[in-house]
């Protein structure tokens, strides 16, 4: 992947996320500004706009929001392709719904010209300053679950302690968990993030035995943060990133868990397994050479779950 130096666009990356162990590590995101209704960005309707990519996990946690509160017709959205190219990240033939622009960079540039920085997805735009607000989605994320939802309800400030608890730990150890598995370039990192993955995945599997929800039994934003790892687990992660321990499908009550969210409304919209495929095994000489793309696995999402969330 390339990254973007003084508003130039390079292939070469001199700081791929590796550590001397060669063990992944993740980029912090640099442009975090936050929607308030004391402004100066505030959550007016037709304002903000979503760069995204189907395929990716933190783009996946911000289209779920913006979908499960209904803010579809509130927030546009631009779709990326979902294979990255020598430009990172770029739109179809006639360029992105908004700004017609070819690639991602071009929006970075747009208001910062000297740009220094990874282009990555999502991307929230203010379309009246002409400016990005954020490209953290946990950010973007909370933004939408706070200033475009005044009643709060995916995240209750009762529960608030509790969500962050779920996503500092979901964060870390499962939607990172399955990069630092796939990207892992030492036997000895992988056996660490792939043992840790698994043991997360036992543990919130433990969770949901007893519980609807990771809060109980009402959905929150921890749910929907935990959602796009799950749904890209058995046709990517699992073979792609060698997260192999097991499938989701093999877990009782994760399965049956994400099943309920899938069939949530507005959810199933988000999801595009087909896409899933193509961008985790799109061709890279490090995990897929060839860029055969496997034909499986027979999943049925849509099969009935036991469970019922509630969900106003
Ligand atoms: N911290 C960012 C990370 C987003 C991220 O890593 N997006 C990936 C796609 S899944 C990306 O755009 N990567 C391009 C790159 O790193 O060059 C967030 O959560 O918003």
């Given at each position: 992947m390339g990254v973007m130096i003084n508003g130039q666009y390079q292939v070469a990356d001199p700081d791929p996320g590796t550590t001397s162990q060669g063990a992944y590590e993740r980029a912090r995101s640099p442009l975090r500004d936050w929607i308030t209704a004391d402004g100066p960005f505030t959550p007016d309707?037709?304002?903000y706009h979503l760069f995204v990519a189907w395929n990716c996990p933190w783009a996946h946690r911000a289209l779920l929001t913006r979908a499960v509160l209904g803010l579809t017709e509130v927030i546009s959205v631009s779709v990326a392709l979902p294979r990255r190219t020598d430009e990172g990240w770029v739109f179809d033939a006639g360029g992105d719904r908004l700004l017609g622009v070819r690639a991602l960079h071009e929006v970075y540039a747009r208001q910062r010209p000297a740009y220094t920085g990874r282009i990555t997805v999502p991307v929230?735009?203010?379309?009246?300053t002409e400016q990005i607000v954020s490209n953290e989605s946990a950010d973007i994320t909370r933004?939408?679950?706070?200033?475009?939802?005044?009643?709060?309800?995916?995240?209750?400030?009762?529960?608030?302690?509790?969500?962050?608890t779920w996503n500092a730990m979901i964060h870390?150890?499962?939607?990172n968990g399955v990069y630092r598995a796939g990207f892992a370039r030492t036997?000895?990192?992988?056996?660490?993030a792939v043992h840790d993955l698994f043991a997360a995945l036992d543990e919130v599997d433990a969770d949901l035995a007893a519980h609807t929800t990771l809060t109980g039994n009402t959905l929150t934003?921890?749910?929907l943060r935990l959602f796009p790892t799950l749904a890209r687990f058995d046709v990517a992660y699992?073979?792609?990133?060698?997260?192999?321990?097991?499938?989701?499908?093999?877990?009782?009550h994760l399965w049956d868990y994400a099943r309920t969210l899938y069939a949530l409304p507005g959810v199933a919209d988000t999801v595009k397994f087909d896409i899933y495929k193509s961008g985790y095994f799109s061709a890279s000489d490090l995990r897929n050479p060839l860029g055969i793309?496997?034909?499986?696995?027979r999943i049925d999402w849509s099969a009935p779950a036991e469970r019922t969330i509630a969900w106003t």
């Amino acid at each position: 992947m390339g990254v973007m130096i003084n508003g130039q666009y390079q292939v070469a990356d001199p700081d791929p996320g590796t550590t001397s162990q060669g063990a992944y590590e993740r980029a912090r995101s640099p442009l975090r500004d936050w929607i308030t209704a004391d402004g100066p960005f505030t959550p007016d309707p037709g304002r903000y706009h979503l760069f995204v990519a189907w395929n990716c996990p933190w783009a996946h946690r911000a289209l779920l929001t913006r979908a499960v509160l209904g803010l579809t017709e509130v927030i546009s959205v631009s779709v990326a392709l979902p294979r990255r190219t020598d430009e990172g990240w770029v739109f179809d033939a006639g360029g992105d719904r908004l700004l017609g622009v070819r690639a991602l960079h071009e929006v970075y540039a747009r208001q910062r010209p000297a740009y220094t920085g990874r282009i990555t997805v999502p991307v929230l735009w203010d379309t009246w300053t002409e400016q990005i607000v954020s490209n953290e989605s946990a950010d973007i994320t909370r933004m939408l679950s706070t200033a475009f939802d005044p009643d709060r309800r995916l995240v209750p400030l009762r529960l608030q302690d509790e969500i962050d608890t779920w996503n500092a730990m979901i964060h870390a150890r499962i939607n990172n968990g399955v990069y630092r598995a796939g990207f892992a370039r030492t036997q000895a990192a992988y056996d660490d993030a792939v043992h840790d993955l698994f043991a997360a995945l036992d543990e919130v599997d433990a969770d949901l035995a007893a519980h609807t929800t990771l809060t109980g039994n009402t959905l929150t934003e921890a749910d929907l943060r935990l959602f796009p790892t799950l749904a890209r687990f058995d046709v990517a992660y699992h073979y792609a990133f060698k997260c192999n321990l097991a499938k989701l499908s093999d877990y009782t009550h994760l399965w049956d868990y994400a099943r309920t969210l899938y069939a949530l409304p507005g959810v199933a919209d988000t999801v595009k397994f087909d896409i899933y495929k193509s961008g985790y095994f799109s061709a890279s000489d490090l995990r897929n050479p060839l860029g055969i793309v496997p034909a499986g696995p027979r999943i049925d999402w849509s099969a009935p779950a036991e469970r019922t969330i509630a969900w106003t």
